[in-house]
């Protein structure tokens, strides 16, 4: 495989700038924050949220397998890798809309139904119920920020090997899920989960900016050295 040190590079940060969505972080700050108020213990904070996290890490993986593999069957890799970068780009202008004209059409967000629904699966304050809130999470937040996701499955088509490709995906859901792993550690104290969600609130639409550049970003870097 050719050039294969920029495009780990490339996944490695790929993965990690699209952690910072106001998806995942939004919603894993109201699951710890519904633990607290039921009075659950920090160990018992640390193991749900863990356990969520990696349902959020295995549901986001079982996702990238499917994708890779349907974009595999194509035989157009190089094709497909340039309309991945499109769409990354497509889907951050359109971002970029909704947080410059906030409470309009808000395709690019987790649905009130959905924050319910987690909300439901974390008070049941089980292992399963984490899981289950994890996995819905993981499938439900695609729609939010899978462009990025799809750009670099789409990259992985044209530059690697199927199996190549799986192993660069493991690497970037664990990217991925860094960032998710350092809130928690850093969330389970009460006051600070506080204060984040106020900060995650306030500064919604600037998070939601930022993350739609990142994606212009990104897809511009694939149209320029990559394919």
Known sequence: ??????????VLVSGLLDSFNPCAI????????????????RKHILLNGSIYIIAVFLSYFAIGIGLLKVVNLFGIPHLIAIIGAWLVIAVGVWGMIE????????????SLKLRQIVAHWAQQASIIGA????????????????????????????????????????????????????????????????????????????VRLISSLIMIGIGVVILVWFV
């Open 26 to 41: 939004a919603v894993l700050l109201l699951f710890i924050a519904l633990l607290f108020t039921l009075k659950k213990s």
């Open 99 to 110: 947080s410059l004209f906030p409470g309009k059409i808000q395709l690019l967000s987790i």
């Open 131 to 206: 899981g289950v809130a994890g996995v819905l999470l993981g499938i439900f937040e695609f729609p939010c920020s899978g462009a990025i996701y799809l750009s670099v499955i789409s990259l992985l088509n044209d530059k690697a090997t199927f199996f190549i490709g799986l192993l660069y995906l493991l690497l970037y859901n664990l990217m991925f899920i860094l960032p998710l792993i350092v809130i928690l550690l850093i969330a389970s104290n009460r006051a600070v989960v506080e204060k984040m969600i106020n900060f995650n609130e306030t500064n919604s639409q600037r």
């Open 1 to 10: 495989m050719n050039n294969s040190q920029p495009v780990l590079h490339f």
